[in-house]
């Protein structure tokens, strides 16, 4: 228990510090192509020594290609999107909003894997949307703030479907060594930004050149290990259910590390969203017990 908890505590303290890390190398001399090839480069590398001492398994040519599609999936498109909206949002309101994704994974679910959702899971949908429509469409919003949190939703999109589509290749390596391929695939095409890095580090600060690394070693990489080490130990729903806590403490790191004060409108467009992605949650986990208790009791006839 008290591993299980203590991987938790990492994973969200690492991630939770990400969004306004990000505003520190933005804002520390890095633009966003540079800042999240940088980023990348760091987490490859740990991955890197990881596959080294820990000899991943070497996938097959059809799931490289579905690890390749996932890395600009979860990888290029949700981190060049997040990066380049936190040029115009503040690091709180882009934890809100991604806080949302696992809406869009739902609605990605319904789509593409013919997933059905109850009353239940279609009203979580509609809080999700109206709260995320809140955080957007307010009445404070200018036109850089739109550009911004469009560019976040973008993020919130892709990860969806990398969060749907990773499951079976979780099955088959696991979710470290999946996370590595991913993030190697992922890098490759930030790779277009290495003429804006080599002219922004010698400029940047040290402070944003270390914040940059750190959230390549620690939120893009180590998390993810205590992430994977955190569900192997609990069961997944209590575990995942801790997720909940990162956009609140990722205002709190924003607000001490850059006095950021989140508006009220991403405040309550949050608060909307995550009560919709509660109720989803808890629809999916409804659903599965009715399954399970229908399998059962077809199972009890059928020896009867």
């Known amino acids: 228990m008290k591993r299980t908890v ?10 939770s510090s990400a969004f306004a890390g990000i505003r520190i190398g933005l804002e520390g001399g890095y633009g966003a192509g540079g800042l999240v090839l940088l980023r990348f480069l760091s987490a490859s590398l740990v991955f890197l020594v990881y596959a080294i001492v820990r000899r991943v398994a070497i996938p097959s040519k059809r799931d490289m290609v ?18 380049f909206g936190e040029e115009w949002v503040s690091a709180g309101t882009a934890s809100l909003i991604i806080a949302a994704a696992p809406i ?7 789509v593409a894997l013919r997933e059905r959702l109850n009353a ?8 999700g949307f109206l709260g ?3 955080i957007t469409l307010g009445p404070q919003s200018s036109s850089h703030y739109l550009r911004g949190t469009l560019l976040i939703l973008v993020s919130a999109v892709s990860t969806a479907f990398y969060f749907v589509y990773q499951k079976p ?12 391929y991913v993030t190697w695939f992922g890098t490759v095409p930030m790779l ?32 993810y290990v205590a992430w994977a080490v955190a569900l192997s130990l609990g069961r997944a729903s209590g575990v995942s259910s801790a997720l909940y806590l990162n956009p609140i403490l990722a205002m709190i790191v924003a607000w001490f590390l850059l006095h950021e004060v989140p508006k009220w409108q991403a405040v309550l467009g949050g608060a909307v969203a995550i009560l919709g992605v509660i109720v989803v949650n808890r629809s999916n986990t409804l659903s599965r017990k009715r399954k399970t208790a229908i399998a059962t009791e077809e199972g009890r006839n059928s020896t009867t």
Request: glycine fraction near 8%; avoid cysteine.
């Open 66 to 83: 579905r690890l390749a599609l996932l890395g600009i999936s979860g990888i290029t498109i949700y981190h060049i999107a997040l990066t």
């Open 104 to 110: 869009f994974t739902a609605l990605v679910s319904l």
């Open 120 to 127: 239940l899971g279609w009203g979580g949908l509609a809080l």
């Open 169 to 180: 290749l979780l099955m088959r390596y696991g979710a470290i060594d999946v996370t590595a």
């Open 6 to 15: 203590f991987a938790v505590a990492i994973t969200l303290l690492f991630w």
């Open 132 to 134: 995320v429509a809140i």
């Open 192 to 223: 277009w930004f290495t003429k804006s890095l080599f002219l922004q580090m010698p400029h940047a600060s040290l402070t944003a050149t270390i914040a940059v690394i750190y959230i390549g070693v620690f939120p893009a990489a180590i998390a």
